[in-house]
């Protein structure tokens, strides 16, 4: 009797990295001439959100821009990363909150069901909780779908990692 080979389709980013590129973030605000003295601060809320307050909007997308090098620079996607509208803050201040997307919600795990149906390889997909399982008999067939997957990553809205893989 032939073995079932399977594989996990989540969506998660390495939190240790994150801390990390926030506290480069910092180091950089602290450092940058055209943020001295510009009252900014990055905070990160228990892996939940992070939230950057400022002087003006400017300066607020110039540290959006340096999160999001740093980010990129430690391997994790900018996906991630669900930005809230611009808020006025104390003192004269902008705020923006962005919330920190993991795991899959049910519309993106039926749209990469629906994806891995259409490709008619033989596998099987389904979806537990915030994850696809997709198992089949092939390796082959596993490691197709995997490519397939990656090489449609822009079409989903968070990044893709596969796990399990046996």
Do not use: H
């Not at 490691?143 to 989903?156: D, H, P, S, W």
């Amino acid at each position: 009797m032939a073995k079932e080979c399977s594989f996990d389709i989540v969506s998660e980013f390495d939190k240790q990295e994150l801390v990390n590129a926030v506290d480069q973030v910092k180091r950089e605000i602290n450092s940058r001439f055209d943020l001295k003295g510009s009252n900014s601060d990055v905070i990160l809320d228990a892996d939940k959100s992070i939230t950057i307050t400022t002087n003006d909007e400017m300066k607020l997308k110039n540290i959006l821009d340096i999160l999001q090098s740093k980010m990129i620079k430690r391997s994790l996607s900018i996906k991630i990363l669900d930005a809230q509208p611009i808020e006025n803050a104390l003192g004269g201040n902008v705020r923006q909150i962005f919330n920190l997307k993991k795991g899959l919600s049910q519309e993106l795990a039926k749209k990469i069901v629906a994806d891995i149906k259409n490709t008619k390889l033989k596998v099987q997909a389904s979806i537990q909780g915030e994850q696809v399982r997709v198992s089949g008999k092939e390796k082959d067939d596993l490691q197709a779908v995997i490519k397939m997957l990656r090489g449609n990553e822009e079409n989903y809205s968070l990044p893709l990692q596969f796990q399990n893989y046996r």
